[in-house]
Nanobody
């Protein structure tokens, strides 16, 4: 069974930077998009940034010009560079891979905590 393993979360002061990484435990075929989502207690999970198989990206308005999503040289890796972090960026961040043609499957990581102190 495919697993997504995230790393790079932690505690940082406001204005600081973190880089999240996500790698799949095995090759995933027919990837449509990879992305990062985040969730805080009592709120729905929200999209932070996604990157399609063609390299197009889409960022949430709240992170534009601060966060950058990219794919690694290994096809099943994705990164999220987070700069100018704010306390409101505090959340559990989840990696996502959407794959498949006729039947689409969503794979999720276990989540990594990002805490930004003021």
């Amino acid at each position: 069974q495919v697993q997504l393993v995230e790393s790079g979360g932690g505690l940082v002061q406001a204005g600081g930077s973190l880089r999240l990484s996500c790698a799949a435990s095995e090759n995933i075929f027919s990837i449509n998009a990879m992305g990062w989502y985040r969730q805080t207690p009592g709120k729905q999970r929200e999209m932070v940034a996604i990157i399609t198989s063609g390299g197009m990206t889409n960022d949430a308005f709240s992170v534009k010009d601060r966060f950058t999503i990219s794919r690694g040289n290994a096809k099943n890796t994705v990164y999220l560079q987070m700069n100018s972090l704010k306390p409101e960026d505090t959340a559990v961040y989840y990696c996502n891979v959407n794959a498949g043609w006729d039947i689409r499957t969503n794979y999720w990581g276990q989540g990594t905590q990002v805490t930004v102190s003021s």
